[in-house]
């Protein structure tokens, strides 16, 4: 993946084994948790490329949201309140070698950032 390319996508769910039911059965996404990722079980599409998590609503996460790769997480965090966003929440740690973040931009829409090595469909909220 390179800078600007989305890479994972999260869906707020209130039940994450009816939504595993639900999102498996309706397109065939394989779902399944992860050592160190209880609790959020993380969905795989057909084409093996697009991806993402099943994370539990909570405030401020009540729509999908998606992360866009980038090449640093920190100055691109400077753009968004340069450019009029607001960070909602500031560089996290998923692992070693990746991170996350997330802002809301000048539309109200939350966008997640994501940087480091474990590829498209590791990151996580």
């Known amino acids: ?5 989305i890479t994972h996508i999260d869906i707020p769910v209130d039940d994450v084994e ?4 639900f999102y498996g059965a309706l397109f065939g996404w394989q779902i399944q948790e992860y050592p160190g990722f209880e609790g ?3 969905w795989q599409a057909p084409n093996k490329v697009s991806g ?3 994370a539990p609503r909570s405030e ?5 949201r998606s992360y866009v790769e980038v090449d640093s997480i920190d100055e ?3 753009r968004v309140t340069e450019l009029g966003g607001r960070v909602v ?3 996290s740690e998923i692992d070693a070698t990746s991170w996350w973040a997330a802002f809301v931009d000048t539309e109200g829409n939350q966008v997640g950032l994501y940087e480091g090595s474990t590829g498209g469909g590791d990151a996580g909220s």
């Open 52 to 54: 993402g998590g099943l």
């Open 76 to 78: 691109t965090l400077r």
């Open 60 to 64: 401020g996460f009540d729509q999908p």
């Open 40 to 42: 959020y079980p993380m």
């Open 89 to 91: 929440v500031p560089r």
């Open 1 to 5: 993946m390179a800078h600007g390319d």
């Open 18 to 21: 009816r939504a595993k039911g």
